[in-house]
């Protein structure tokens, strides 16, 4: 039920907390005193669209606060669960509009969409006024009225559960039809594509694999290169280029030739004896530096013909991974993925010619599954058919009975179910429900919204509220002027049910009729004052004598006589 209002810098009210009890709350009022404004204001927190006319003049902004507390379980506290939001005791709505026409709202205080304010605001308030009858006025609700009251909850949710299945299933089916289709047209290139793919066999992290060895083998056919040129410049490969080795045997051999055999005997005496002996011991350095030279350039040749040796470089070994490379490049461009992912290509392209070879059967075997899903949904659509179509002569029937006292006794209500092609079945069965209406003798029943006037509809509401009041999921019902166009009787008709309903229900109803405001287990006055030149409305709790002159003024009118607040005094006696 709706527990608290609060409503800040809306139209004419600067400031204002209401608290609202279970049963019938009646609100009353002049007209122009602001009782619209009240409705306005709670719809803006139920996700109604905001308006920046409503920001007061002189506010930055307009704000309402509405808090419930809605029984547990409800249908509103799963939808919040689904969006994250754990609802307590109390769900608090709040809508924010600034003057320039921005909107904020918020559930429990968490920032919401306003779909799902208005999605959570419609489970748990229902309104119907004199242009807001949309819930009985659309046929697309009134399987949902029908059901309401005729059926077990479970019927209709199976009806629902096997319908999804049906269609999950038929969604399976086109999509294998499609899959089958496309492989049908692109059997030649997968034939392709697996034969040169198989033949390529890529492996994967096999490009990384081969970029490195490949980097490896550059690394030494360049260590090879320079090995084999350095070898190259001292074993020359043409014959008629000297080696360096035979030129160090050619000096030597120069030097042995120009080394007498024996050492002269100088005439000059000692002297030329010592020189002799000097150029003898220089050739033999010079000669043993040689031998040096020879033996280290030797040294130096086996290392090399070793290093080289060593390498031992398979020139094809390059060029195979640079080839192999080469290929997989090719054919990661060509089927436009990267390398790494051919072998998972290739495995798809398998899988999809497999599946061409599988795909009739399995698309067999998914008709075959969705027939038997549709059988299961249209047995359980026929009970539900079954179940409706003696649901509806009930609800005529109680309908009826309420009807005749709301200055409807010349009318016929009836349910219309009208069965429906297959193409729009759905997951509330196999037909449509529409709710007619003749309200005049000689006339053909019509729809709702086309027949019945604003007055006529809320009293129809009011109706079907007395008779499916104890299946409504809603906990919180308003009217607004349900009484417009009607006295006597039958406003004294429609005070009594709107009690009756108020047994099961909360409900607020703004009435201009004194047979229904007294009815109300509470009583609120909406009146507008003037402050400072200011206007501004007002709501104060009617108890007692206060509540009896409001009734003798809508009794009355502006002058309040004797007997009309003994008039009151008789209506509140009997309510």
């Known amino acids: 039920m ?56 002189g506010a930055a902004q307009a704000s309402v606060t509405a808090i419930f507390s809605p029984p547990s379980p409800h249908p509103a506290r799963a939808v919040l669960a689904a969006q994250g939001i754990e609802a307590g005791a109390e769900i608090v709505l709040r809508r924010v ?10 559930i429990d205080d968490q920032p919401v969409g306003a779909s799902l304010l208005r999605q959570i605001g419609a489970l748990l308030v229902e309104v119907q006024g004199q242009h807001e009858q949309i819930g009985l006025a659309d046929p697309a609700s009134h399987a949902a009225f029908l059901d309401e009251f005729g059926l077990s909850g479970p019927l209709r949710a199976a009806v629902g559960e096997a319908w999804r299945r049906w269609r999950l299933v038929l969604a399976e089916v086109e999509a294998a039809r499609a899959a089958l289709a496309a492989a049908a047209r692109d059997r030649e290139w997968l034939d392709h594509a697996e034969a040169e793919l198989a033949a390529l066999a890529p492996e994967a992290d096999e490009e990384a694999r081969l970029a490195g060895e490949r980097q490896r083998l550059q690394q030494k056919t360049r260590e090879a290169e320079a090995l084999a040129a350095a070898l190259a410049e001292l074993v020359p490969r043409e014959r008629r280029a000297p080696s360096p080795a035979a030129s160090l045997r050619a ?32 050739r033999g350095a010079i000669l043993a530096a040689l031998g040096r030279a020879e033996e280290a350039l030797a040294e130096a040749e086996t290392l090399l013909e070793a290093a080289l040796a ?12 640079e080839e ?55 047995d359980l659509a026929s009970q ?22 709301l200055k409807f006794a010349a009318a016929r209500f009836s349910v219309e ?12 069965g196999t037909e449509a429900v529409r709710f007619l209406i003749a309200t ?15 007055g006529e509809m809320s009293r129809l509401m009011l109706a079907l509220k007395v008779v499916l009041a104890r299946f409504s999921p809603v906990p919180t019902l308003i009217f607004d002027e349900v009484d417009a166009g009607i006295g006597g009787a039958t406003a004294a008709a429609v005070g009594e049910r709107l009690a009756r309903v108020a047994e099961g229900l909360q409900v607020l109803v703004v009435t201009h009729s004194p047979q229904v405001a007294a009815r109300g287990a509470r009583h609120l006055r909406v009146a507008k004052t003037l402050a400072r030149g200011r206007a501004s409305t007002r709501i104060e709790t009617l108890e007692g004598q206060a509540r009896r002159e409001e009734i003798a003024r809508m009794l009355a009118g502006e002058t309040i006589t004797e007997a009309a607040r003994a008039a009151a005094d008789d209506l509140l006696g009997a309510a």
């Open 417 to 428: 179910i009208i069965s429906l092609d297959e193409a729009s079945w759905g997951a509330g």
């Open 310 to 321: 060593a390498l031992a470089i398979d020139p094809r070994r390059l060029e195979v991974a």
């Open 251 to 282: 000096a030597a051999r120069a030097i042995e030739r120009a080394t007498p055999r024996r050492a002269p005997v100088e005439e000059s005496g000692e002297g030329g004896e010592l020189a002799g002996s000097e150029a003898a011991v220089q």
């Open 2 to 57: 709706l527990n608290v209002l609060s409503i800040r810098d809306v139209v004419l009210i600067e400031r204002l907390d209401l608290d609202f009890d279970a049963g019938l709350t009646v609100l009353t009022g002049e007209t122009g005193a602001g009782k619209s404004i009240l409705l306005d204001s709670l719809g803006l927190a139920l996700g109604a669209r905001a308006d920046p006319g409503l920001v007061r003049t």
């Open 384 to 405: 539900l058919a079954a179940r409706r179509a003696e649901a509806a002569l009930r609800l005529e029937r109680a309908i009826a009975r309420e009807l005749a006292p």
């Open 97 to 106: 509009v600034s003057r320039e026409g921005r909107s904020r709202a918020f």
């Open 440 to 454: 005049n003798p000689g006339e053909a029943p019509g729809p709702l919204g086309r027949i019945a006037s604003g």
């Open 324 to 378: 192999r490379l080469f290929a997989l490049r090719a054919a990661a461009r060509k089927y436009q993925v990267a390398v790494a992912e051919l072998p998972a290509f290739l495995d798809d392209v398998r899988a999809r010619r497999a599946a061409l070879a599988e795909g009739t059967a399995r698309l067999d075997a998914l008709d075959a599954e969705a027939a038997a899903a549709r059988a299961a949904y249209r």
